[in-house]
Each structure stands twice: as structure tokens, then as C-alpha cells.
Nanobody, 115 residues
Framework: QVQVVESGGGLVQPGGSLRLSCAAS????????MGWYRQAPGKQRELVAGIISTGTTNYADSVKGRFTISRDGAKSTVYLQMNSLKPEDTAVYYC?????????WGQGTQVTVSS
């Protein structure tokens, strides 16, 4: 069984920072992709940032230059450093890992950017 657990969400003022963490455990091996998605009320879930096993990263245009994704392969953990947060970044953030052709999701963590 695979578990994916996110942490680090919360309430932050505009311009502030948060760091999300996602830890995967269980019967996992050769993780190919680890990524962060978000879903705001009334909107579709969207990819925010992803990183593959080679270390190559990609970002949504809306977060480029503000968010940074990184991973600790030995610990099957992925992080999302979010700086210069804006109210439009408010959403539930979900972590996904992929291996052996299957994606596994976490339960999500709420990020609220508001003054």
C-alpha cells in the first residue's frame, strides 16, 4: 500500500512564504514523477510544479520565479517553496507521485493567502 501525505499549508499574508512537504511511503520504488497540483473553488485541478527522476522541473506560468520544487529521492519526499504569495494562489494543494504507470495522490493541504 502507498501513502502520500502533505503538510505545511496554512494562512499567510500576500507577499509571504510557505513551504509544503510531501512524503511518500509504503511499497514504492523507482518514482518517476513527483508533483504539486492545486484546486481552487469552482476551478479544475491544475499542475503547479513537477519534477522527474532526472531532476528536470517544470512550472505553471503563473508561479514561475516564485515557486521552487525540490525532492529528496532517498526519502521519497518532495517540497514546494512558495514565495511572494498572491491571493490567487489560494487553493487546496495536492501532491502526486507516479511510478510503474500509476499515480498516487495525497489528501491535500489548504493554502490561503489573505490579509
Amino acid at each position: 500500500q502507498v501513502q502520500v501525505v502533505e503538510s505545511g499549508g496554512g494562512l499567510v499574508q500576500p507577499g509571504g512564504s510557505l513551504r509544503l512537504s510531501c512524503a511518500a511511503s509504503g511499497s514504492i520504488y523507482n518514482i518517476y514523477f513527483m508533483g504539486w497540483y492545486r484546486q481552487a473553488p469552482g476551478k479544475q485541478r491544475e499542475l503547479v510544479a513537477g519534477i522527474i527522476s532526472t531532476g528536470t522541473t517544470n512550472y505553471a506560468d503563473s508561479v514561475k520565479g516564485r515557486f521552487t520544487i525540490s525532492r529528496d529521492g532517498a526519502k521519497s519526499t518532495v517540497y514546494l517553496q512558495m514565495n511572494s504569495l498572491k491571493p490567487e494562489d489560494t487553493a487546496v494543494y495536492y501532491c502526486q507521485i507516479r511510478f510503474s504507470g500509476t499515480g498516487y495522490w495525497g489528501q491535500g493541504t489548504q493554502v490561503t493567502v489573505s490579509s
